[in-house]
């Protein structure tokens, strides 16, 4: 079983940057592919970016390829994301997400989750 806890939210004006970390335990982020999804008011969870394990390969949603960047920290057990040049319509909670076998990029691809940190963006 694989616990997640996210930090590093807040509030940042448009332009400006935040870097969310998600520390696991139970088990270790090497050996599982890591996620980040967000969920804005109204809207459904949708994915942001993940990190495939072993190959380290990124995968980028659209409306944030080029702002964000995903990360994984195995010594510190950590998986990142770096979230620059924000922006008002990434006003969201944020949640990171693991799975051992990699299924795709769906919310039902993902095993394990956070309970989320919540970032806003004032314009």
């Known amino acids: 079983q694989m616990h997640l806890t996210e930090s590093g939210g807040g509030l940042v004006q448009a332009g400006g940057s935040l870097r969310l970390t998600c520390v696991a335990s139970g088990s270790t982020v090497s050996t599982h592919n890591m996620g980040w999804f967000r969920h804005a008011p109204g809207e459904a969870r949708e994915f942001v970016a993940a990190?495939?394990?072993?190959?380290?390969?990124?995968y980028y949603a659209d409306s944030v390829r080029g702002r964000f960047t995903i990360d994984r920290d195995d010594i510190r057990n950590t998986a990142r994301l770096q979230m620059n040049n924000l922006k008002p319509e990434d006003t969201a909670v944020y949640f990171c997400a693991a799975v051992e076998e990699y299924r795709g990029h769906e919310r039902y691809d993902y095993d394990y989750w956070g309970q989320g940190t919540q970032v806003t963006v004032s314009s």
């Open positions: 990190i495939r394990r072993f190959t380290d390969a990124r």
